[in-house]
């Protein structure tokens, strides 16, 4: 075989093996990285598994038998355990009509991870509602929806005044607390805001930070 055409072998050996790499390379969920970048995993992060649940007797928690993983845009991995048992209860009532219930369609992955993270506090509870801005987009949830749902969550959410660092306990006010402590949210879900919101929303496409700045500064 002759000097050039070696090279153009080899060449053609090279590139079949890493398209052969590209599609092989799966998650733990069976999800290739090709459907991932395809689902926005190379903007809004990607998951790992299918989350398979029961409903549980009292007809309204499920329990999660399989795990769920979410690699956010930075890297960060957010994950539901298999056993985590979720409600929505993280998501106020009222958001659930512009959801369709917490649980459905595009949002299911999102809520469930949030639940998660709500409940065991182990993030500030703005990061959790960045994740699950990040999630909802990687779901296919439209820009206009999810930043609809951010809002409200970031101006109605159940929110707690720092994380818990696992196994360590947080200095909070000069003591070692282990625990975060809840604070009491007398802001009922306003849905006149919400509307109002919404439409700003569609008009201009805010960023997150000036949602976060709205909500922050409006009357309450």
């Known amino acids: 075989m002759g000097t050039g055409k070696k090279i153009r ?28 970048s395809g689902l926005g995993g190379s903007k809004w992060g990607y998951y790992s598994g299918d989350p398979i649940t029961k409903w549980n007797s009292d007809g309204r928690t499920m329990t999660l038998l399989t795990e769920l993983s979410y690699t956010d845009p930075q890297g960060l991995i957010w994950d539901a355990p298999a056993g985590s048992v979720v409600d929505g209860a993280s998501i106020p009532r009222y958001l659930w009509s512009l959801m369709g219930g917490p649980f459905e369609g595009k949002y299911r992955n ?20 960045r994740m699950f801005y990040n999630a909802m987009r990687c779901s296919g ?17 159940h929110h707690w005044k720092f994380p818990i660092k696992r196994g360590k306990p947080v200095k909070y006010k000069g003591e070692l607390v282990t625990r975060g402590e809840q604070i009491p949210r007398a802001i009922p879900v306003n849905p006149e ?9 569609s008009n201009t496409d805010p960023s997150l930070e000036q949602i976060e700045q709205r909500a922050n500064t409006e009357a309450r």
């Open 141 to 157: 949830v439209s820009v206009g929806e999810a930043k609809t749902m951010y809002y409200a969550l970031y101006k109605f959410g």
């Open 193 to 201: 805001q919400i509307n109002e919101a919404r439409d700003w929303i």
């Open 9 to 36: 072998f080899l060449a053609l050996v090279s590139s079949l093996a890493i398209l052969t790499g590209c599609a092989s390379h799966e998650d733990s969920g069976g999800v290739s990285v090709a459907a991932q």
């Open 110 to 129: 999102a809520s469930v991870l949030h639940d998660v993270a709500y409940t065991e506090h182990k993030r500030p509870w703005w990061d959790c509602d």
